[in-house]
């Protein structure tokens, strides 16, 4: 990710914390991953969630409002911030850190019955060793047979089609406009992923800015192959959060369900 309107190898959410909310249609987004969860955290009999890249913590604060213990976490200390103050909003009781993902273990002991990693997190990580340090991190934070939720971009898909531009988004408040465009650029070996910002305003003027990080294009096979190798055992794989198949050139996603091997 990028300092705002860079482009580079700093941390573009950092700098794009206050557009995120504004990007995302949370309540539209949230009732269609409801049933996903919901199922999810029924069959592990879960009690205890670690959310990690957890952003602006929206769905750590929806796992709360159902009951559960939730800690949540993000490497983006301004994600973090924007978090506490939206629990604080909702009237619910999350503990925020600012940690990154593949520290998991240092900072938590095993006891979560399930840990998730949702919303095209795992690209920040750019090389097989530093992602299987993060698979083995979440296996040594959860319990024996625990559960480990991931989603990303279905990269294979966006690669064979040349898929450069996500639909646009936009939002209104006070008189001021905002449209979010995100453009994949195919690279060698990584892809950029840029966010472009346009912002109309109360005097009817436009602005833009661009936000550009390197993203490591991450595709099944080598997922599921670094899960095996760090102690987890894939029990399904999906093309959406309504548990569709996965189809390699045509599904939007990747999700995988893994559980945590041993006694």
Known sequence: MSNYGNTG????????????DRMIN????????????????????????LDTACGTGRHGILFSSWGMEVHA??????????????AKNAGVNVSFRKV????????????FDVVTCMGNSLPHIRTSG???KVFTAVANVLKP???????IRNYRRVLEKNEKYMPLNSFADKGKEYIYLRITEPGEDMVTFSILVFQKD????????VNSERLKPWLDKDILTILIESGFVTTGVYG???????VPLESTDLVIIAQKTGL
Do not use: C
Not at 202 to 209: A, H, L, V
């Open 100 to 111: 990154s993902i593949e520290e998991l273990d240092k900072e938590f002991s095993a006891g």
């Open 26 to 49: 949370w309540e539209s987004r949230l009732q269609r991953e409801i049933p996903f969860y919901k199922k999810i955290f029924t069959d592990a009999g879960a009690g205890k969630i």
């Open 130 to 132: 530093e992602l299987r």
């Open 240 to 246: 959406d959060l309504s548990f569709s198949s996965f």
């Open 9 to 20: 190898d700093a941390n573009l959410f950092s700098a794009f914390a206050e557009h995120y």
């Open 202 to 209: 109360e005097y009817g003027k436009w602005s833009f800015d």
């Open 73 to 86: 976490v993000d490497s983006s200390g301004e994600m973090i911030s924007k978090a506490k103050e939206n």
């Open 145 to 151: 047979g625990g559960i480990f939720t991931l989603q």
